[in-house]
Structures are given as C-alpha cells and as structure tokens.
C-alpha cells in the first residue's frame, strides 16, 4: 500500500476533501519521523511499538576479500507488533506461510 492509497482511503471513509486527507496523512508521518528522529518511542495501542536502537562500531568483513572493515556506529528503527496485530494476521491461517511474523523485531 502505498500513502496515496492511504490518502485515498481516508478520503473515501472520513469524507473530508482529497487535499485535506493528504495534509492529514502527511501530519500523521512528519509527527512519527519528529518523534522518532527524537529517540522517543511510539506506541500505537492495538497496532505496534517503534523504537529507535543505537549499535556501537564493530568490526566486520568483507565477504568476498575477508578483509576487516569497520562498521559505523548507527541508529536503527525496529517495529513490534503487538498481540492483538498479530492474532490478526493469523485468524484463519491454516498453517504455516514460512514466516514468523513477530517473533524477532524488524529493522528498517
């Protein structure tokens, strides 16, 4: 999905005009990318948790070379879904799809 559906979306289901759904849309995400540039958590009840994670410097290799390198300290953003996303998106899974979803953090 991308942030023009999404504008759409809410422009079908709120009802306000196109222009504002969008200035509606782009507040929600400038808000979630101040916060987050901020270090703060986000906790949206019922959908997930986003953290910004710090990682020192390591040292890593160059896999082709196997020459050492060394990897910059960097920020990371992670999602946890919380329980109730994820019994969502098993109801009526007959099995496994090969994912995991939830089970580790994802990085962005």
Do not use: H, W
Request: no cysteine; glycine share 10%; hydrophobic share 35%.
């Amino acid at each position: 999905m991308t942030k023009a559906e999404i504008i759409e979306l809410v422009y079908e289901k709120v009802g306000f005009s196109k222009k504002d759904s969008a200035d509606l849309v782009e507040l929600v995400f400038d808000t979630i990318k101040e916060t987050l540039e901020r270090g703060e958590k986000i906790k949206i009840s019922g959908f997930g948790n986003f953290v910004v994670r710090n990682k020192k410097a390591r040292v890593g290799r160059n896999p082709q070379t196997g020459e050492a390198i060394e990897i910059s300290a960097r920020r990371v953003l992670t999602f946890r879904p919380s329980q109730v996303l994820k019994s969502t998106l098993n109801e009526g899974s007959s099995g496994s799809s090969g994912q995991n979803i939830g089970s580790t953090p994802s990085k962005f």
